[in-house]
């Protein structure tokens, strides 16, 4: 039964990482837009769902009590207008530039969620979000089992809303201009318009993700939102394969795997004195397992397959660049 209501609560945790995912595969793996500052999105779904949410607090602003799925509305709704500012101030730049811009728009969210206290908690975080299923809190079985439901279910929905608007017009505006913005614009397409549009969506889900986890796990510090976090989903998307948004939630279950497993070991192995440095094994494993993939599926495990000539034939490589065959 132990093993059992692990392995929901692993699972659950995976699916919350794979909807940051999911949002990340929409602004890169179909727009080409390189954020490096997820982590930020994510916290203000988490801190924005908290504050709406919680009880009142004579500490800190914000303890509405309204109900969580207030909170989670509101969580994608901030999101998704953060990311849309920030699209309009930032999507001018391309790759290195956008960037090192993203990172910057992380690094300030991090740093209002450790410095306003009587907004964030500050260091002390905020603590008391109510759980789904929080009366079922001393059965950790179905606890977890429940949570794991409700985190699939809107996981589900996400995928399937995605994978609706990459097959729909939508989609094929935001491929074109990833592919050949030039030859786009000059279909009367605004390229300015659509990224936008889609790093505000990629933004709204990954502070829908943040949302979920701030009421799985009960509280939330600016801890939680380090550049180590943008590091995971970035790797959980290259190894499912950008442009695949079911590469996206394999990907996030295979290297969370990789990342529990390889902590839980370095505890095993290691005496409490050294474990603090042999934490740093996990990044070596994620590391070593992306270097692994990357040589035998450079595009990914789901991403598009380059097709290989046969017989001394030219053939065109069917991939996410825009390339063609030599």
Not at 92 to 102: G, H, K
Request: with cysteine; aromatic share 10%; hydrophobic share 55%.
């Amino acid at each position: 039964m132990d093993l059992l209501g692990y392995g929901a609560f692993f699972l659950t945790t995976a699916l919350i990482f794979s909807l940051v995912t999911l949002g990340l595969n929409l602004q890169w793996g179909l727009t080409g837009l390189f954020n490096v500052g997820l982590a930020g999105f994510v916290a203000i779904g988490a801190y924005t769902s908290a504050l709406l949410t919680t009880p009142d607090d004579a500490a800190r602003l914000g303890g509405f009590g309204l109900p969580i799925l207030v909170g989670w509305l509101g969580a994608m709704l901030v999101g998704g207008i953060a990311a849309a500012i920030t699209g309009i101030a930032t999507l001018r730049l391309r790759s290195d530039y956008l960037a090192i811009t993203t990172f910057g728009v992380a690094v300030v969210v991090q740093l209002v969620a450790l410095n306003a206290q009587k907004l964030t908690g500050g260091p002390f975080g905020i603590g008391f979000i109510p759980r789904p299923f929080g009366g079922l809190a001393e059965t950790p079985l179905l606890f977890n089992l429940s949570n794991l439901a409700v985190v699939s279910v809107v996981t589900l929905i996400v995928y399937l809303a995605l994978e609706h608007l990459s097959r729909s017009p939508w989609g094929r505006v935001l491929k074109a201009l990833r592919e050949d913005e030039r030859a786009a614009i000059s279909l009367g397409k605004s390229a300015r318009f659509y990224r936008v549009q889609a790093f505000a969506v990629g933004g709204a889900i990954m502070a829908l993700a943040g949302a979920l986890q701030a009421h799985f796990t009960g509280f939330i510090a600016p801890d939680n939102y380090l550049p180590a976090l943008t590091f995971q989903v970035w790797v959980m998307l290259i190894v499912g394969g950008s442009g695949s948004n079911i590469g996206a939630v394999i990907g996030s279950i295979l290297v969370w795997a990789i990342w529990a497993g390889s902590g839980a070991l370095t505890s095993v192995l290691f005496s409490p004195e050294q474990q603090a440095r042999a934490a740093s094994l996990q990044i070596v494993a994620i590391g070593v397992m992306l270097c692994v993939i990357l040589l035998v599926r450079p595009n990914g495990l789901f991403g598009d397959r380059p097709w290989r000539p046969r017989f001394g034939k030219r053939v065109r490589v069917a991939t996410g660049e825009s390339g063609t065959a030599s």
